[in-house]
């Protein structure tokens, strides 16, 4: 079903006809020229697909599957695209997000998350039954939760099999088992269970990870050598369900996912490993937080060429009050700010199409729901009422969630596309 825009969400011109997604090209609209209302979330065109190609090629040169996150963007655009780039599947975080991503084609999901209540289990079934090829994987990393899992099971006729990941954690991090022990004991539970079948292992590192090489490098693999470990006793137990022709080991987010693939290319087991790799963020990057880390993976890999920032938005200058603060028309309903504030880019002077590098010392130092408080040097280079900033920022998560719709750019600032998001 073809995309159609209209005035409901913020972004598009209150007065502009609805159109078709596809056919936004033709409405002639530039970011540069101020054709849209601000404050304005965008995608440069060239840049997601330069970073659709690069991740896909360091995956497939690696010789691991691609699943990525679908929860970065929850874009039905923007995951077929992935899929179609040569994406294994797709990874959700729960049952709800996996929908989007069955209704895109996905046959293959990972939920990288606990699925334990009946109202999930029950989605689960429907959408498996109604589906035919689906595989859907989720986590278990308690006896609690699997007997959760066998009391649906027990009330239930289809007689549904949940595929299953056991998830190894971090003490003080997030879900997962926390030792060894109590993982292989899990392990040996789900194997004997009738509601489950226990497919491979998961871990998460991105949590240990502090933007430090030296710290990074160790920490992690510590997480994948207990891994190895855990997946290494499994198989001596024969604990694995019948009939796959893989064993599959899942791992990565988008910070330090260099770092666990001596974990995604186990060898020396039973079957097969298959490693999943489950980054999210690198579609569109950053300009902060995954920038940081990315450089970090280029400079341990010896990579030439990196991935590229494609998400910004643009916000209006609507005051300049005193000396060194201009106050920008975006706030916290508009842009990201759980990990950095964001970054001011590019600068266009009200009247022109014309973008200049913004000064070096103009920083975004706070934010309201609405607005956004840019100092600069009154001395400098000073924006006036009726500008325009363009904002890199940081953690892409939590800037799509607050839009309905993003239109996409050419380099010159042109609007070619659109997606839209279903949070």
């Known amino acids: 079903m073809a995309l159609w825009l209209d005035a409901s969400p913020k972004g598009y011109p209150l007065t502009a006809a609805p159109c078709a997604a596809e056919d936004i090209g033709t409405r002639g609209w530039n970011v540069l020229a101020g054709d849209l209302p601000l ?69 293959r999901i990972v939920i990288a ?74 392990a040996r539970v789900l194997a004997a269970s009738r509601a489950v079948r226990l497919c491979g292992i ?59 693939l001596p974990l995604l290319r186990l060898q020396g087991l039973s079957r097969p490993v298959q490693g999943i790799l489950r980054s999210g963020c690198y579609l569109t990057h950053d300009h902060g937080n995954y920038q940081r880390f990315v450089r970090l993976v280029a400079e341990r890999e010896g990579l030439q060429g990196s991935l590229q920032p494609a998400l910004t938005v643009w916000a209006l200058v609507q005051s300049a009050p005193e000396p060194g603060l201009a106050l920008l028309n975006a706030g916290r309903r508009d842009v990201s700010f759980d990990i950095d504030l964001p970054t001011p880019l590019r600068w266009v002077c009200c009247g022109t199409q014309s973008a200049a590098g913004a000064p070096a010392d103009w920083r975004i130092t706070a934010l309201n729901d609405q607005h956004a408080y840019l100092r600069f040097d009154p001395q400098g280079a000073s924006p006036q009422v009726g500008d325009r900033v363009e904002l890199g920022i940081s953690h892409p998560c939590t800037t799509f969630d607050k839009w309905r719709w993003m239109p996409v750019v050419e380099d010159d600032g042109a609007v070619s596309g659109a997606i839209h998001t279903c949070f």
Not at 73 to 92: H, K
Not at 144 to 165: K, P
Not at 206 to 226: F, I, P
Request: charge should be negative; glycine fraction near 8%.
């Open 202 to 260: 998961e871990c998460y590192e991105g949590l240990v990870a502090r933007c430090d090489s030296a710290h990074d490098a160790q920490a992690v693999t510590q997480l994948v050598e207990r891994a190895v470990a855990l997946a290494r006793a499994c198989d001596a137990e024969a604990l694995w369900a019948d009939g796959e022709e893989h064993i599959l080991v899942s791992a990565g987010g988008s910070a330090v996912f260099d770092l666990v």
């Open 39 to 107: 404050p304005l979330a965008v995608l440069r065109r060239s840049a997601l697909q330069h970073n659709l190609a690069w991740m896909q090629r360091y995956a497939a040169e690696r010789g691991v599957w691609l699943a990525p996150h679908g929860k970065t963007t929850m874009s039905p655009e923007l995951c077929a695209m992935q899929l179609a780039a040569g994406a294994w599947g797709l990874t959700f975080a729960n049952v709800w997000q996996a929908q989007l991503g069955v209704s895109v084609g996905a046959r």
């Open 113 to 186: 998350n606990q699925v334990l209540q009946s109202a999930d289990l029950d989605a689960l079934d429907a959408l498996l039954a109604s589906h035919a090829g689906l595989r859907v994987w989720f986590l278990v990393d308690s006896l609690r939760q699997l007997a959760l899992i066998e009391d649906w099971a027990a009330l239930r006729a289809s007689g549904r099999v949940f595929d299953v990941l056991l998830e190894l954690g971090v003490a003080g991090q997030r879900t997962g088992c926390r030792t060894h022990e109590e993982a292989l004991a899990l």
